[in-house]
């Protein structure tokens, strides 16, 4: 564990020190949460549409921002980085278990997701967002967020460590788009069509986000809040097993 | 006594769409402890992929390698603690200063917090970077990197040291300065594999040398034995250079390598 936290911390210098590539990471699912609010938020008034649960459309719209903020995996481009530079080379040469190289970036990740979740949630309170579950419930939708972070990233690092390209893991990176659009993004699951339902079912993120929703609509919903984090836990340990047997086998 | 480093029938294929390519074909070595060992080839030729099996990077196909008496393949970790590796790209954190590299590396080889510190100070002493010590890599020169890149090979004190043409894209200045700083550590006991591709640098630094093409040995004794054996078999009234040792082994001709020189251009 002490060589995970070792790298770790080099991941959140790492970060501190191109404060450039948080820029991006804020800015780009705030737009979303304003452009979509701004669309369909009069479709959705708070006074007589039940799922808003009495709070606005925004509170609606902001798990999808807060997902699209931890979907950037900016780990794995650092991590082609250290290929392309012949570090990760030098980490492979030391005495260090290759989970901790993993989890290492990993861990980095899921800190600076946290403190990106906690800005938005942050910055959105004034605009008549609350938090229906209360201080826990905020901690909560944190850690769910970061986690959803760290499994992106790690499959991003998996893109890294297969093509060893920025090009390739950037495009792969994408791959969240339909993920993010294929789920109950504009109005609950029930009201979607046939089709949309189909394939909001299939797709994991669709927990995640209904899990983050009711932290923020709902009071203490477990139906709700226990397979979002069900599929985080599952889908990183996945990863995690996945890119330490990448590593064990890259040449 | 046993040797540092020991590879016997040593083979790497990779496998392609276009078939298997056998980059090394049964490479035997046996590196004595303390020595300076050159590993040089032309491009290509199996160098750095056989250095990568000797350092745990890439797995072997067939074939064993014994690093410092341990079985690289059998006991990856263990080999690990027992050599310190400088790759041909120096491996470096841009983003980090050269201070907390070493620290980091110090750590990552099993010591606590304070003993990496000290380490990393002893080292940055070793090769003369204290005053850069606490600016980010990124603004290092590469005459600093490199060096940089020996100190973090050096933080756990190993017992062999491979170094992958430590010296390419150097000016001269900073070539020497490489130069001295792998006789000194070679004087304090640690035994050097160094692949180059400077024939002059094998000259002044090598005990004893190989030369891989086409993923075989083709030649391996001391510089001086080399030359002599040139000398002796095409008679010649003079003392032959290590290069002409080199094209001689490798059959490559100054004529071919113009000649293959001039298809590029075309």
Same mark, same amino acid.
């Given at each position: 564990?002490?060589?995970?936290?070792?790298?770790?911390?080099?991941?959140?210098r790492?970060?501190?020190r191109?404060p450039?590539?948080?820029?991006?990471?804020?800015?780009?699912?705030?737009?979303?949460? @304003?452009?979509? =609010?701004?669309?369909a938020?009069k479709?959705?008034?708070?006074?007589?549409?039940p799922?808003?649960?009495?709070?606005?459309?925004?509170a609606?719209?902001?798990?999808?921002?807060?997902?699209?903020?931890a979907?950037?995996?900016?780990?794995?481009?650092?991590?082609?980085?250290?290929i392309?530079?012949?570090?990760?080379?030098?980490l492979?040469?030391?005495?260090?278990?290759?989970?901790s190289?993993?989890l290492?970036?990993?861990?980095?990740?899921?800190?600076?997701?946290?403190?990106?979740?906690?800005?938005?949630?942050?910055?959105?309170?004034p605009?008549?967002?609350s938090?229906?579950?209360?201080?826990?419930?905020?901690?909560?939708?944190?850690?769910?967020?970061a986690g959803?972070? @760290?499994?992106?990233?790690g499959?991003?690092?998996?893109?890294?460590?297969?093509t060893?390209?920025?090009?390739?893991?950037?495009?792969?990176?994408?791959v969240?788009?339909?993920?993010?659009?294929?789920?109950?993004?504009?109005?609950? *699951?029930?009201?979607?069509?046939? /089709?949309?339902?189909?394939?909001?079912?299939?797709? /994991?993120?669709?927990?995640?986000?209904?899990?983050?929703?009711?932290?923020?609509?709902?009071?203490?919903?477990?139906?709700?809040?226990? /397979?979002?984090?069900? @599929?985080v836990a599952?889908?990183?340990?996945?990863?995690?097993?996945?890119?330490?047997?990448?590593?064990?086998?890259?040449? | 006594?046993?040797?540092?480093?020991?590879?016997?029938?040593?083979?790497?294929?990779?496998?392609?769409?276009?078939?298997?390519v056998?980059?090394? *074909?049964?490479v035997?070595?046996?590196?004595?402890?303390?020595?300076?060992?050159?590993?040089?080839?032309?491009?290509?030729?199996?160098?750095?992929?056989?250095?990568?099996?000797?350092t745990?990077?890439?797995?072997?196909?067939?074939?064993t390698?014994?690093?410092?008496?341990?079985?690289?393949?059998?006991?990856?970790?263990?080999?690990? *603690?027992?050599?310190? @590796?400088?790759?041909?790209?120096?491996?470096?954190d841009?983003?980090?200063?050269?201070?907390e590299?070493?620290?980091?590396?110090?750590?990552?080889?099993?010591?606590?917090?304070?003993e990496?510190?000290?380490?990393?100070?002893s080292?940055?002493?070793?090769v003369?970077?204290?005053?850069?010590?606490?600016? *980010?890599?990124?603004?290092?020169?590469?005459?600093?990197?490199?060096?940089?890149?020996?100190?973090?090979?050096l933080?756990?004190?190993?017992?062999?040291?491979f170094?992958?043409?430590?010296?390419?894209?150097?000016d001269?200045?900073?070539?020497?300065? =490489?130069?001295?700083?792998?006789?000194? %550590?070679n004087?304090?006991?640690?035994?050097?594999?160094?692949?180059?591709?400077?024939?002059?640098?094998?000259?002044a630094?090598?005990?004893?040398?190989? %030369?891989?093409?086409?993923?075989?040995?083709?030649?391996?004794?001391t510089p001086?034995?080399?030359?002599?054996?040139?000398?002796?078999?095409?008679?010649?009234?003079?003392?032959?250079?290590?290069?002409?040792?080199?094209?001689?082994?490798?059959?490559?001709?100054?004529?071919?390598?113009e000649?293959?020189?001039?298809?590029?251009?075309?």
């Amino acid at each position: 564990m002490s060589d995970t936290w070792v790298l770790g911390q080099r991941g959140l210098r790492e970060t501190l020190r191109t404060p450039d590539s948080l820029i991006p990471t804020l800015f780009i699912p705030v737009f979303f949460l @304003v452009v979509n =609010v701004g669309q369909a938020g009069k479709i959705f008034p708070s006074g007589t549409t039940p799922f808003l649960e009495g709070q606005n459309y925004a509170a609606f719209q902001l798990p999808s921002s807060l997902l699209l903020a931890a979907s950037f995996g900016t780990a794995a481009l650092y991590l082609v980085e250290d290929i392309e530079g012949g570090y990760f080379d030098k980490l492979r040469a030391a005495p260090v278990s290759r989970t901790s190289i993993v989890l290492g970036r990993l861990v980095a990740e899921g800190a600076k997701n946290l403190a990106i979740t906690a800005v938005m949630v942050l910055l959105a309170l004034p605009f008549g967002i609350s938090i229906a579950t209360g201080p826990l419930g905020f901690v909560l939708l944190l850690l769910l967020t970061a986690g959803w972070a @760290v499994v992106f990233a790690g499959f991003m690092q998996l893109i890294a460590l297969k093509t060893r390209s920025a090009a390739a893991t950037n495009a792969g990176g994408l791959v969240f788009f339909p993920l993010l659009f294929l789920t109950p993004n504009f109005v609950p *699951r029930d009201l979607l069509t046939r /089709p949309m339902e189909i394939a909001a079912t299939f797709n /994991p993120v669709t927990y995640i986000m209904e899990a983050m929703r009711s932290f923020i609509l709902e009071d203490w919903t477990w139906s709700r809040l226990g /397979p979002g984090f069900a @599929v985080v836990a599952v889908l990183g340990v996945v990863m995690v097993v996945l890119n330490v047997r990448m590593i064990r086998t890259y040449d | 006594m046993t040797a540092a480093v020991e590879a016997q029938r040593l083979v790497k294929h990779f496998g392609g769409r276009g078939g298997t390519v056998e980059a090394v *074909r049964g490479v035997d070595l046996s590196v004595s402890k303390g020595e300076v060992f050159g590993f040089l080839g032309p491009n290509g030729a199996g160098k750095s992929t056989t250095v990568k099996m000797l350092t745990t990077l890439m797995s072997i196909t067939s074939g064993t390698a014994l690093v410092a008496g341990v079985d690289v393949a059998a006991d990856p970790d263990a080999a690990r *603690r027992r050599i310190g @590796v400088a790759l041909q790209e120096a491996g470096l954190d841009p983003r980090q200063t050269g201070r907390e590299l070493l620290v980091l590396q110090a750590r990552l080889f099993g010591s606590p917090r304070g003993e990496a510190a000290d380490r990393a100070q002893s080292l940055l002493e070793l090769v003369d970077l204290v005053e850069a010590a606490d600016r *980010r890599i990124k603004g290092y020169s590469g005459g600093m990197k490199r060096r940089l890149d020996l100190a973090s090979a050096l933080v756990h004190e190993p017992e062999v040291l491979f170094l992958d043409e430590p010296t390419t894209g150097l000016d001269p200045a900073s070539r020497l300065t =490489v130069w001295d700083e792998v006789r000194r %550590i070679n004087r304090r006991g640690t035994t050097v594999f160094l692949t180059t591709q400077y024939l002059e640098e094998a000259d002044a630094l090598c005990d004893r040398l190989a %030369i891989i093409d086409g993923g075989v040995i083709v030649r391996e004794g001391t510089p001086s034995e080399l030359k002599s054996q040139l000398r002796e078999r095409q008679g010649l009234a003079y003392g032959p250079t290590l290069d002409e040792v080199f094209l001689d082994a490798t059959g490559r001709t100054r004529e071919r390598i113009e000649g293959e020189v001039q298809e590029v251009h075309a």
